[in-house]
């Protein structure tokens, strides 16, 4: 706390009044950064593309450039909050759990979309969903152990495969 005091340039007081615990930052953290990420990363771009597996195949391909470009992996920071605190306060679950939701539900729909207008077909939306944020998350936790993108790699191009084959050329 006193590095990230020091950091923001704020008193010990001041950071007690808005985050009287670390668990508060933890929770404002997640609120208010983890989840504008997951929104500006994944949900704004499915919002504006009218080709899904195309805006699937630019996010992966602006995080992986965007990685290589930093020269390390950090991880997802959403599945770092998952994975390291939710399952310790159920607060913390709920609040992640509510990010990872929201992703969940703009992916499902832009499918639901495209099934209906029969832009896709034999794919569900929810099942679907959960594949991409699986799949993407597990490459991203692969990608931070090995401080490597090619798990992220393998899993852009098997996804784009994947979602070929159920998308029909327009």
């Not at 923001?8 to 504008?36: C, N, Q, W, Y």
């Not at 630019?58 to 020269?71: A, C, R, S, T, V």
């Not at 992640?96 to 209906?116: C, I, N, T």
Request: hydrophobic share 50%.
């Amino acid at each position: 706390m006193l590095e990230l005091r020091e950091r923001a340039s704020v008193s010990g007081g001041a950071m007690a009044h808005h985050f009287p615990a670390k668990r508060d930052l933890g929770l404002a953290v997640i609120r208010d950064r983890v989840a504008e990420a997951v929104r500006q990363t994944w949900i704004a771009p499915l919002h504006t593309s009218a080709d899904v597996p195309a805006a699937i195949d630019l996010i992966f391909e602006n995080i992986i450039n965007e990685l290589m470009h930093n020269g390390r992996v950090s991880g997802c920071p959403l599945n770092n909050m998952a994975m390291d605190v939710s399952h310790h306060d159920s607060e913390m679950r709920e609040v992640v759990s509510a990010v990872f939701g929201a992703w969940h539900e703009a992916l499902s729909a832009k499918f639901a979309r495209d099934a209906e207008e029969k832009h896709a077909s034999e794919l569900n939306p929810h099942s679907l969903a959960t594949l991409v944020i699986a799949a993407y998350s597990g490459a991203m936790a692969m990608a931070k152990a090995r401080q490597d993108v090619s798990p992220l790699i393998d899993c852009r191009m098997e996804l784009a495969a994947l979602l070929a084959a159920k998308y029909r050329l327009r």
